[in-house]
């Protein structure tokens, strides 16, 4: 489908789509603001926990609109946040959504879709990366096939 007669604009366009509707599919939700929205802030909370270079690597591997969205608005001062435990991690995910006005998305229904998601789409080796680097008790939101050590 041809929307803007660019072919990388396109294909990004059309690969953002197929994933979003996959999330969605996976939540049962029709919304497509409220699925950008929520996929937008488990990707911020996972992208302010990791160290600088693996967010940056982490996003380059994500498809172009996808990964513009990863970055928007990242000040990397401060960064990366440690999340020592599920809840922490959690916490930051909720008052990202509050922001957004989200406020009643179940953030660890959310997070493990969007972690189901993450592991369909992205490498293994990209997601062993960025798995390794978080505590157990968040890696517990992973899907189980990569909570083996």
Known sequence: MKFTGFDLFDSTI??????????MTELNWSDHRKTYLAFRCVLHALRDHLPMNEAIHFGERLPLLIRGFYFDHWNPAGKPLVFR???EFLSALS???ARDGQSAVDGEVLAR???????RKVTEGEIDDVRHLFPAAVLELWPPSLRAA
């Open 113 to 119: 879709a969007v972690f189901r998601l993450l592991d």
């Open 95 to 97: 008052d990202c959504l």
């Open 85 to 87: 435990t599920r809840i």
């Open 14 to 23: 059309q690969r953002t789509n197929s994933w979003l509707k996959e999330l």
